[in-house]
């Protein structure tokens, strides 16, 4: 757990520390607030080796954070919902919070990123060379998405998706849909139920 | 080596076993005692330079006699793709499916859900081979057969009738005929690289090998369609087409 570190951004210092509070019950998570203020966040989170970025959907809704979530591709974004509006589905958080969310929601919401978070890294390391963003195409395709949805799905072009598919290809040497989709099982990427739940 | 008409057939079988496979197709038992290539061909009634060139192209992989497979005619060629669907569909599917029951059932905790998961991964690609074999015997074979038949015997009208009656073309079935031995290659990539059943990698060598073998002989097989009979239908529906 020891390198992953959260980047809190909310508009509120309160809601900020809040958050920041119940991770820290969390052991040996480290969390970082990032001021409103600060016009630099990218340096920000450089330095503080930020890899989830919690963002109130104020703040996320603001030019500077949409050109971030955009362009960096290892950076994970959390969401806080503060208002009642819907931001775009087409969005991916890896964890989305409501302002009033219980702080047992909260910890398990944060449990459940972890288990996977630890589960991506585990597997990038050890059990093959294929990049974060390559497994999260590698489980699009395997829940069996098109290549102009997932390039929706991830804000990327359709060629960029194909290049990607390629890559898993020569790494993995698995070429069929089916075959990735048996390898996504087998490294729990996805997992059974979510095929089921498509099949029904 | 290159097998000749005067080699002993049983030489060739000693030399290599997979071409059991073959002789069998052609319909040929064993006992051929000393007999040589040519007269157990003669026996069985056999086109011994056809014999000659498929159990080459299994022996070696460098060997296609393209050209050469091109003179015969389209119904010695389809009668022999029939027999290896039957090679398939009877002795290699059956075969390979019970080895990986037999891991499912020897095997325990993870190695066991896994080799589930490539069990139904085995399953799903026999009924994609099913259905694409069935396609082919019942309307891309008997298209080709009727269309030889016609294009060596029939008179204007026949052929002028057959072509305006029929919606196929031999291309609309080389855009679809997909790499079918791709997921075979899955199967044994995902088998060698990603399940570890400790307790009977004995069994799991097995069926790889057998996964290997029929992967060899689809690639031999849809070559054959691809490289010889669909070039070869094209220029008999375009002189059909020109009438």
Redesign the interface.
Known sequence: MENITIGILTESYVISRGIQFIISKNNGLSSHIIPNSELCIKNNIVENNINLLIVSDNVFEEPKLLKLYKTDRNLNFGLIRTKQVSLNSMFEFKIDFDLFDTESIIKSKLDKYLESALNSNKLSLEDSELSKREIEILRLVALGKTNQAIAETLFISKHTVVTHRKKITAK?????I??LT??A???SIIETYEIDELNK | MNITANIKMADIIIQNHHLLSVINRFGIQLGFGEKSVDSVCKIYNINTDFFLDIINSFNDPDFFPKQKLKTYPLNLIVDYLYKTHDYYLNVKIPEINSLINELVESSSGETAN?IK??HK?YN??TTQLHQHIAFEEKTVYPYILKLEELYNEGDEEQKKLFVSNNKFIIKDYAIQHDNIE??I???K??LI???SPEDNFILCFKILGQLAHLEDDIKDHSEMENKIIVPKVSIMENSLQNI
Not at chain 1, 172 to 176: M, Y
């Open positions: 993995l040497g698995i070429k069929t089916s075959g048996v390898y099982l087998l490294n | 896994a998961l490539i991964f799903e690609y791709e997921k290659y899955d199967i990539n995902l690289k990603y399940i």
